[in-house]
């Protein structure tokens, strides 16, 4: 069997919960990280976690907001196959509180950014190149957080507007929607795990491990013929109806 082409993967937001799940499933899958977070003891961690168990790692300290900055991580990243766009922020607020620059920070840091490392990501991916996004549930309606509604809203449709225009260059652009998933931010609420796990049809709370496999199929080479989809990843919540009979 002929040697794979080597190949880099940039996960952002990946110094904790899904980011660092998604980048320990790559290493695994074959792929160098680049991992991507604002906060550095965070993002040396998770290099850290993949240096130990044999991968190769680096860690990128920035604001994906700033379009130098991520201009710069793009081109200074060889090998660049993947690119999984998971950093993002969320908080909740009703709606005749909310301001607009309440929307216009949440649409920032997870629409615009987003918007940008796709696109200067898309110039300089080969065939085959795959770009996977981090929507939420919360896209298709979610109460007390219009403006997080709005900014994953826009991480759908970006989704499928570039699955269209990156086809030609056999590129693919996918994303994962995921449901209430148990990170740490969520377990520090412990108060209302049981509430939320009582919830779902399948009657437990997703994992960070979840969202990584669901990203690992869509990056895998087999997955060529698959783009512009939504995978929901949420334990059935989704679906509607009643968790019990």
Do not use: W
């Not at 990280?33 to 961690?45: F, G, L, S, Y």
């Not at 950093?87 to 920070?105: C, K, Q, S, W, Y």
């Not at 007390?144 to 693919?172: D, Q, R």
Request: aromatic residues 4%; hydrophobic residues 45%; negative net charge.
């Amino acid at each position: 069997m002929p040697d794979l082409p080597p190949s880099t993967a940039i996960v952002t937001g990946a110094g904790s919960g899904i980011g660092r799940a998604v980048a320990q499933r790559l290493a695994l899958e074959g792929h160098d990280i680049v991992v991507v977070d604002r906060t550095a003891e965070c993002a040396q961690e998770t290099v850290r976690l993949l240096t130990d168990a044999g991968y190769t790692a680096r860690a990128v300290v920035m604001d994906i907001t700033n379009e130098a900055d991520t201009q710069a991580l793009i081109s200074e990243t060889e090998n660049l196959r993947v690119l999984v766009n998971n950093a993002g922020i969320f908080n909740t607020r009703d709606f005749d509180e909310l301001t607009t620059d309440d929307l216009r920070t949440m649409n920032e840091v997870n629409l615009v950014a987003m918007f940008t490392l796709c696109q200067q990501a898309s110039r300089v991916l080969p065939e085959g190149g795959r770009i996977v996004n981090l929507a939420s549930r919360a896209a298709f309606g979610a109460r007390n957080c219009a403006h997080y509604v709005a900014s994953k809203a826009g991480v759908v449709g970006l989704t499928k507007a570039l699955a269209l225009e990156l086809a030609e260059n056999h590129i693919t652009v996918n994303a994962i929607a995921p449901g209430v998933i148990a990170t740490d931010m969520l377990l520090e609420r412990a108060e209302g795990l049981e509430g939320l796990r009582v919830q779902q049809p399948t009657g437990k709370l997703g994992t960070p491990e979840h969202i990584a496999h669901a990203v690992a199929f869509f990056v895998d080479a087999r997955a060529d013929y698959i783009t512009g989809q939504i995978l929901v990843v949420d334990g059935g919540r989704s679906v509607g109806g009643s968790a019990t009979f």
